[in-house]
């Protein structure tokens, strides 16, 4: 009933109406920027830190000092730290992610299939979780305070409580080991056909839907609960619209912007924080990547994957950031 | 369309008072009171009440806050507002009582049969949605006309109550829009749906008077022009004298007295409507100027952040010793932002502030404790300028340890001095904010900026949350402390009634000038201005078809609006 109708005029002042909104936007995205490269000079740093020399762990404890040094100056190691992280970063801008110690592999080319294997996992669990976090949250304030709203927060909460392992394991031992629905191994392979592919990541996506979803609703029914006490919410009420309709036309909208935030946090986490759900199913993606390649004190390749999950971060925060500044009418209409 | 379909329960041929639309019998509304530290407790807010309001006409509610105005304008929807509950009586509306009906019976009525028009129509519209998909929703929702239908009547009903560009003021959003359009946008989206009976609670009250009768005269119109029935509730006797067939006077959820409007503002014959009625202006003989301000604006501009728009324009105003300066406007005139310069919130750009004889610091951070000593302030919202969690006696105290470093007995002797000057006595000492009334509170911040002994109190609209009654008491207390303790107050209203009973001086400001300046004489005895002239015009008078003359007499439309 709220939608626009149809023919309706253009309204005043359009034509300028992107100016505040476009340089917000072009802030939030420059900030994003020097904040990726922030991190970059952390991570970095961080593992020229740690104890450790790179041509040692190459050639082994058995290596002469005469090839060490050699190595050293092949790798550019006795270079001055700026000069390394200044090369180190302009390969990552050219798309050359380095080559890892360990398997000699380009690093770029093992990513790129992992990264696209998370990210597959993270959609799809997405696609569960978010519509249902924030249906039972708009459910949850319907009937706030009564024993439906008590049973919604009582169980997200208990899911959301309990490890990643338990859950992972809970439900290999009820789907996979009992009823044999779906395989306790997410393997998944080059030119699987779609629909094998989501039944083998199946399991791992509802691991990661009910660990997700309890702070996403949560969230959803605080902010949409500090939206009822407006004088708006009233009229809508005093205009014989139902409780529900209330809820999603007046409310909603209204609350849109930490709903967002808290969407995007957590579909971030769905991404750089599914090692240990990615370890029990044995899913070859970006964190199973990283744990093994910490395990084998391969630098270049935590430094990559660190980046990403860097990346990954800020990006969908400067998402939500700039949702945010779109859905304040105020910004997008000013006066 | 609404008229073509019989609604549920339309009186039947043969019911008693057919023209009756509107029938309250013996109405009790019950709220759980939850005390802090206490059981939680039942407390009865309408005791009895009944009224009956025929097809077409207007009642007026009126009585000070806790009346239960409110709540009886809302019963009419069968709605209770943060758990009020109707626990006794009927409601009857067009013949069927709305009370047995459920949930169900409220939504198909609400908005459809009875309208709301609430005070704030800047909080009332959803910032999410354009104004005309929320004036049109109730019509569809009900199914009374389709949107082009809809939109078609809202677009009249905008024409009607002369609002601008009425064919694409339904584009904008609400934060597009000024408050008393606002105003008059909430009109259109109650009539719209083509309800019985509209109500209509303090609808002027959060406007500035120039606007005011604006939006008062138009609701008048629309109300006239579509035969609907209205509840009209206001603390305001002067303004529901012009609107109103018949007024109910209500104090503490009770009726007190219910009449004509004509017989209760000429021959009201309860002491409390007398009360009421008559006017409360307090004779104050305004002081002459003396020899030398001890406080002299001169030529103050002042913008807030980076912006062009300059908030106050070549200020310049003198404050004598003991002496009181009023400042009126409308909202946005800049009269606070005045106070925020002489204080040092705000830095003006150019001009000073002479203080004694030396030019003040611009910037509160640069200004010696003794200068910030000199100049105290109390606010509007008394309740939001104390920390709840301190007593009566801390938020006192505080001034008298900060300037003076008083300690101990010393301090506990001079706030309970403090207390009795403001009529109080020391057994509030340990009190909290919360347990006090909106009167009180407004007390202990008055003892609170006199522990400093000020030469200058800012008053920036002490009054104005307050009922008549007790802003009364605090206009009288404010006056007597300033021939004791020899105060000056720097007095900020839009209330041009309390500035008549306060002032030594008036400055009128308008778009950030001072348009008129001088003593209280001088300014309110005419040749006026065309500014003034519409400010003084637009105070609502006890007197039925003032509304009219002051509209016809006006000389400059009100820019605010």
Known sequence: MLSRSAGSKPEPGLADMSSPIVKLVAQRIALGIILLLAVSVLIFAGTQILPGDVAQAILGQSATPESLANLREQLGLNDPAYIRYFRWLGGILTGDLGTAMSSGQDIATSIKGRLWNTLFLAFWAAVVAVPLAIILGLIAVRYRNGWVDKLISGLALASTSFPEFFVGYVLVFFFAVQHQWFPAISTVYDGMPFGERIQAIALPAAALTLVVLAHMMRMTRAAILNVMQSAYVETAELKGLSAFAVIRRHAFPNAIAPIINVVMLNLAYLIVGVVVVEVIFVYPGMGQYLVDHVTKRDVPVVQAVGLIFAAVYISLNIIADIAAIVANPRLRHPK | ?561
Request: include cysteine; hydrophobic fraction near 40%; charged fraction near 25%.
């Open chain 2, 1 to 561: 369309m609404a008229d073509k379909q019989p609604k549920p329960g339309q009186p039947k041929p043969g019911q008693p008072r057919s023209g009756v639309l509107l029938d309250i019998r013996n109405l009790r509304i019950e709220a759980t009171v939850y005390p802090p530290g206490e059981a939680p407790k039942n407390i009865v807010l309408v005791h009895d009440v009944s009224l009956t309001l025929e097809k077409g006409k207007v009642l007026g509610l009126i009585g000070e806050s806790g009346a239960g105005k409110s709540t009886i304008g809302l019963s009419s929807m069968g709605y209770g507002r943060g758990g009020v509950r109707i626990t006794g009586g009927e409601v009857i509306l067009n013949g069927r009582d709305i009370l047995k009906g459920g949930n169900e019976g409220f939504r198909k009525l609400r908005g459809r049969e009875v309208c709301y028009v609430a005070q704030s129509a800047a909080a009332a519209f959803n910032p999410a949605h354009r104004l005309m998909d929320q004036v049109v929703e109730a019509a569809l929702l009900h199914g009374t006309a389709t949107r082009a239908e809809a939109e078609k009547r809202a677009v009249a009903l905008f024409k009607k109550l002369s609002l601008p560009n009425p064919e694409s003021i339904g584009e904008r959003f609400p934060h597009q829009v000024s408050g008393g359009q606002l105003q008059r946008v909430m009109t259109a989206m109650a009539l719209c749906s083509e309800p019985d009976l509209i109500v209509f609670d303090e609808p002027t009250t959060a406007l500035d008077v120039t606007t005011q009768i604006d939006v008062l005269a138009a609701i008048k119109d629309a109300i006239r022009d579509t035969h609907v029935a209205a509840l009209y509730i206001t603390h305001d006797l002067a303004v529901v004298a012009q609107v109103s067939d018949e007024i109910m006077v209500l104090r503490h959820g009770r009726l007190v007295e219910w009449g004509g409007t004509r017989q209760i503002i000429k021959e009201p014959r309860q002491e409390y409507t007398n009360a009421l009625v008559s006017v409360h202006e307090i004779e104050h003989q305004e002081q002459k100027p003396g020899t030398s301000p001890f406080l002299s604006v001169k030529n103050i501009t002042a913008a807030y952040g980076r912006s062009h728009i300059k908030v106050l324009k070549n200020v310049s105003v003198d404050i004598f010793p003991g002496q009181t300066l009023a400042v009126v406007g409308e909202s946005g005139s800049g009269k606070s932002t005045l106070a925020r310069a002489i204080t040092g919130l705000l830095p003006p750009e150019q001009g000073t502030v002479t203080f004694d004889g030396r030019p003040l610091a611009n910037r509160l951070a640069d200004r010696p404790k003794e200068d910030l000593r000199q100049l105290q302030m109390i606010y509007q919202m008394a309740d939001v300028a104390m920390n709840p969690r301190q007593t009566v006696g801390t938020i006192i105290g505080r001034p008298l340890e900060f300037y003076f470093g008083m300690r101990g007995r010393e301090r506990d002797k001079r706030v309970a001095e403090l207390l009795d000057k403001i009529e109080m006595g020391k057994g509030y000492i340990d009190r909290y904010p919360a347990e006090l009334s909106g009167g009180q509170k407004q007390r202990v911040c008055i003892a609170r900026s006199l522990a400093a002994k000020p030469k200058l109190i800012i008053c920036d609209e002490v009054t104005s949350a307050l009922d008549p009654l007790v802003a009364h008491g605090i206009l009288e207390l404010l006056l007597g402390l300033q021939k004791e303790e020899n105060v000056a107050y720097l007095f900020i209203t839009h209330d041009l009634a309390t500035v008549k009973s306060i002032a030594d001086s008036i400055a009128v400001m308008y778009r950030g000038e001072v348009v008129r300046y001088g003593a209280k004489s001088t300014v309110l005895t005419p040749p006026f201005d065309a500014y003034t002239d519409l400010l003084l015009s637009s105070v609502p008078e006890m007197e039925i078809g003032w509304l009219e003359k002051a509209i016809k007499g006006r000389r400059m439309a009100s820019a605010g609006n």
